[in-house]
């Protein structure tokens, strides 16, 4: 399968601990995307990568939630401290951006219960 | 800043009809605008692009124009089968070159 894949597709924890997602994209993107989506919503932008770099954080990353792509390939995204609004589908994308038109192929998601 | 307005009812068809479901955005106009569609628990899946510059496009049972000056598209999917009820949603880029998504239409067809 040469589609985004990520991991865990489910988490259940409790307030207060941390926790980490991991996404691997499709191998020659460049562009890597993270999203949170609650239930009846589209997903809401976190966070992208054009490779190692992160171009863009949103507002509703607070400083708990920190993002990597330390080679440009797969991503983590850490939660600390989380809390029960962070319960949330976790969505992870990646794209290939040539000119500038731009498509991005979603994986899975990870699906956050903070109990 | 852009926002994106899809219908938040659900939309109810028979099997055979044509779904139309919409798709409105408030600011600029963006140079493409895409439609995904999204199965619970499943992350969304591409379906098609338009440019600014085409007012309509077609895949198999799907077509899609998109009106600059409504600042609207429209999603059409002909001869629907309940295998095509999801959630279909809107994106257009910001301008960061990054996507924006509506909160999508939840298509329902019925047998």
């Known amino acids: 399968d040469t589609g985004v894949s990520q991991d865990p597709r489910h988490k259940i924890t409790k307030r207060g601990q941390n926790v980490t997602f991991r996404c691997d994209p499709i191998s020659e993107h460049n562009r890597l995307y993270w999203y949170r989506q609650t239930l009846g919503q589209g997903p809401e932008f976190l966070t992208y990568f054009q490779n190692e770099a992160q171009l863009e954080k949103s507002r509703l990353l607070s400083d708990r939630f920190s993002a990597e792509r330390p080679k440009g390939s797969f991503s983590t995204l850490e939660i600390q401290r989380t809390e029960q609004g962070d319960s949330a589908m976790y969505l992870c994308?990646?794209?290939?951006?040539?000119?500038?038109?731009?498509?991005?192929?979603f994986g899975p998601g990870t699906r956050l219960l903070v109990l | 800043s852009q926002k994106i307005e899809q219908n938040s009812e659900a939309l109810n068809i028979q099997e055979g009809k044509t779904a139309t479901l919409t798709c409105n955005y408030t600011n600029y106009s963006p140079a493409y605008l895409q439609w995904y569609r999204q199965d619970p628990g499943r992350g969304p899946v591409f379906l098609l692009l338009i440019r600014e510059n085409e007012k309509e496009k077609r895949k198999e049972r799907l077509k899609v124009t998109f009106d600059t000056t409504l600042k609207q598209s429209l999603f059409h999917i002909t001869a629907s089968q309940p295998a095509d009820s999801a959630t279909y949603l809107c994106?257009?880029?910001?301008?960061?070159?990054?996507?924006?998504f509506g909160a999508g239409t939840r298509l329902a067809v019925h047998p």
């Open positions: 994106a257009l880029e910001d301008p960061q070159n990054k996507l924006i």
């Open positions: 994308a990646s794209s290939l951006l040539t000119g500038v038109q731009e498509t991005q192929y």
